[in-house]
């Protein structure tokens, strides 16, 4: 199970991440990668960017066993305040991802989309050659588990800051939000959901991506 994770994380980091990144560098071939200090003057630069309306998909794993993908509708918002907000989060999405049987994977399918807010993280330090193109990272910080209701069940969602997975060697993924030109990528981890005093291991990475409306 953890051989499947680790292929399915690089798997979507890789289709999620590639449209952003693929024409960026740390610096000319040859040339020392510099970091520069992100000021309050540069912070607001970068908020500035970043906030805004978005509309695009959530891309995610179907299921542990199974190499395909799927996506849905979704549009988010970054407040002035640093705040990720999804009034619409489609909690639907992670039901193939819970190995309880048929059953409870068809109740998550029809739950209630929830509510998500995130404090953004802005960056204290970051590449130079990223900051003079417009490209810019932040880390999205899981809160307290989200309210779910499916059918006539509540129940929690939660979110991670970190997973971890690996058999010889632990690797770790974070959440991160990449801005370029308009453009997001948004990764967020999702732990696991719980419901009716159950707890259904998740862990897989999940991928808002769109653009400034």
């Known amino acids: 199970m953890k051989k ?3 292929m ?37 630069v970068i908020m500035n960017a970043v906030k ?27 407040t002035a305040d640093t705040m990720l907000v999804i009034d619409r989060f ?14 409870l994977q068809n109740k ?20 130079e050659d990223y900051y003079t193109k417009g490209y810019y990272l932040a880390n999205p910080i899981a809160g307290e588990p989200i ?14 800051n970190h997973i971890e997975f690996g058999d010889i060697q632990t690797q770790r993924l974070s959440q991160l939000l990449e801005h370029n030109n308009g453009k997001q990528v ?6 696991r959901i719980t419901l009716d005093n159950q707890t259904y291991e998740i862990k897989m990475p999940f991928y808002l991506k769109g653009d400034k409306q």
């Open 90 to 103: 489609p909690v639907k999405a992670v039901s193939g991802l819970v190995q309880a049987g048929t059953e």
């Open 4 to 6: 499947t994770f680790k």
């Open 186 to 191: 948004i990764r967020l981890l999702i732990e």
């Open 147 to 160: 309210n779910v209701k499916c059918d006539d069940t509540n129940g929690k969602l939660t979110f991670a």
């Open 108 to 127: 998550i399918s029809k739950a209630d989309p929830a509510e998500v807010k995130m404090k953004v993280q802005l960056p204290s330090y970051l590449l």
């Open 52 to 78: 805004g309306n978005y509309t695009g998909k959530l891309y995610f794993r179907k299921s542990h066993m199974e190499n395909k993908y799927d996506s849905i509708n979704v549009a988010w918002t970054i």
């Open 8 to 44: 399915a994380a690089f798997a979507l980091c890789g289709m999620a991440m590639m449209s952003l990144t693929a024409c960026l560098n740390g610096g000319d071939e040859g040339q020392e990668i510099r970091y520069k200090q992100i000021s309050n003057t540069e912070r607001a």
